[in-house]
């Protein structure tokens, strides 16, 4: 028993400010931390452009350095871990501050080519809510960081746009307070690095972007030695969402294209929510990413797949 006290009064919570941002991953680059098994870090994370206020405009959007997306913190060495392991780590805690995000543009996002015009809109977080300021819509705050990843085997810079082998802008919403992951070491010490983290998302982040806010994320990491793990493993706690009280409104796609499906599935609920909601079709859009579930609903009948698109009654008033 005094062994294990001792090991649990050893460990040490540790502070990274948003000061620098890492918008890549590399193996190569010095750890701003270095820490043990054990250890608890407090993450000030930045918005996943690093670039944008409460304040911020389209113009705003239109104009951002692309090339500091997504603005990481990161990377933390955790001692004794080596290639072959698994990283593992627990989101103890994450805090918004006040206010959030959800944009797209064309040529990106699930439905790249419907819309012709950008748009950009705020979220007022209050608590535990996000206000849509439209309709009086109001979504849970269920938050989860888009990008978790450990540092790649292959040299040099990689951008963080896709997920990899290493995690990285992996965008699973499971990843919320409690959730405990994993990630295959590939280096040595991991280099695990965090970020671009979602007031809420669906599953699919359908138009390209959740609702993303600076936050302060705190996790605990320990190392699990001569792992199996391949890539990205998780548990996360009950229930899976705060909105399962109300019931759900869904639409189906059927074809031999899970990703033409996906698209079709998204178009019927957004024709749904302007015809019952009073929606435009681009806050529709943007509502569809911030909230709305993707799920493949059946795979195995030859020749047509389903696809259906789910939303939680219970965010409408």
Known sequence: MLAVLTAISSMKTHFLDDSVSQPFWDNSVT??????????????CL??????????????????????????NGSVYVNGAE?????????????????????FRPGFGLLADDFKE????????????????????????????????VAPREPGRLNTIPPRENGGNVDVRDLTIG?????????PGALFSTGDCHANQGQGEICGTGIECPMTVTMRFNIKKNSSVKELQYIRPSPMTKTDSAG?????????????NSQN????MIDWLVETKGLSRPQAYLL???IVDLKISEIVDVPNWIVTAQIPLQIFK
């Open 118 to 149: 950008p748009h950009f809109h705020i979220w007022e977080l209050d608590g535990n809510d996000c206000h849509f300021g439209v309709n009086d819509i109001v979504l849970p705050f269920e938050p989860m960081p888009g990008c978790v990843g």
């Open 83 to 103: 290639y072959g392991d698994a990283l593992e780590v627990e989101i103890l805690d994450m805090q918004h501050k006040g206010w959030g995000w959800t944009a």
């Open 248 to 260: 759900h409104f869904g639409t189906t796609a059927h074809g031999p294209d899970l990703y033409v």
């Open 265 to 268: 599935a998204v178009r019927q």
């Open 31 to 44: 750890p701003r931390l270095v820490i043990e098994p054990g250890d608890t870090v407090v993450f000030e």
């Open 47 to 72: 918005e996943a452009s690093g670039q944008y206020s409460k304040q911020s405009t389209l113009q705003d959007y239109l104009n951002v350095d692309r090339s500091k997306v997504h603005a990481l």
């Open 288 to 290: 569809c990413s911030a």
């Open 179 to 187: 959730t405990k992951f994993w990630l295959p070491v590939l280096v």
